[in-house]
């Protein structure tokens, strides 16, 4: 049996753990330059708050109903991630972190215990210990799992645990369950299915195998066969990514190289750093920069550039010296800049190592002033030490003016308690 633990408007959640006086109050957190919205409460939804909208947009509505605005909180939101992903592990052996706010749960040799039992101590668990609200669905594959969590959140009689464990129980869960909710069905698919009069997950688990495998191939074949209840994805404990992005809209427009390069930067170290952790070397570096494709008025330009790094490396200083000489090769004046960012790939362990012949760098120095470097951070706060082409004025930060204090990360902003 598989578990789905998903943690209930979990941005929004990690808001109220810290300012209660949010409970039972409309809250939104916007994206990057506080643009649009990408979080909301339950009594945010109830408001008709859509998701994606623009901020400015809802500006009436949100004074009007006294709605609790606030920036993106990342450190925030990935410590209590974290937090949450730590009660879990004590329950079961093997889970698999899916995205910030939900987790795969394995089940394997839990056949003599009552999983209802069980899951409900997860959820108390796991909501008293981080006092973020989640929900469990417990069911034969991944995506019934997904399906029962749905039903857990969405229905409170089921108080946070929803079980598949029977065809009948299936058959009722998936009668109900809209085709385009469905784990691995995306627009295009929702699209065909619904042309051929397919609305409900139980409607898609109707037709025949051959059908499905025409019409969808083997993608949706593995749903619609998840769907039934034989397992076709397994789990996946690996942490280690194939790939890393960091890229930003800048909380202005650039016109100059030097703010960009900083920003350009900042994002290699911040990949460099990411490989150092899960102890991996990336062969390959992109690059790329853009102008705001909505401002029809003004002029566009974007471009790109791929470089394959000599040899694979985790070296901030490195990876910055490669992505600024990128920026440098695409970057053109007369443009206002909206955004930049870095991507590596072709990642691969920190060991073996493949090296180069020709290849003059002393590594291991560079690997033990990282190491420092990292151990300096961890200890004394994120980029107390760094490379100084990472600069001080960060022109380009993002937008953040409704930003909520960093509680669990930063000493400064540690709750004060005081008792008369």
Known sequence: MYGLLDCNNFYASCERVFNP?????PVVVLSNNDGCVIARSAEAKTLGIPMGEPAYKLKELIETNQVAVFSSNYVLYGDMSHRVMTVIQQFVPEIEIYSIDEAFLMFDGFENINLYELGGKIVQTTTRNTGIPVSLGIAPTKTL????????????NYKGVCIIDSDEKREKALKLFEINDVWGIGRQFTKKLQYYGVKTAWDFTQRSKSWVR???GVVGERTWLELRGTPCIEMDSSVTKKSICTSRSFGERLTELAPISEAVANFAASCAEKLRKQQSLASVLM??????PFASNQPQYSNQLLLQLPVPTNDTTEIIRFALAALKSIYKDGYRYKKAGVIITEIVPERPFQGDLFDVRNRDKYSKIMGVMDSLNESYGKQKVKIAAQGFDR???LKNEKLSPCYTTKLSDVLEIKAE
Not at 21 to 25: A, E, I, M, T
Not at 145 to 156: C, D, R, T
Request: proline fraction near 0%; avoid cysteine.
């Open 145 to 156: 799992a997904k399906v029962a969590s749905k039903f857990a959140k969405k229905y409170k």
């Open 395 to 397: 022109k380009w930060k």
């Open 21 to 25: 006086s949010l409970n039972g109050k």
């Open 287 to 292: 690059v790329f920069i853009h102008t705001n």
């Open 214 to 216: 025409r019409e969808l």
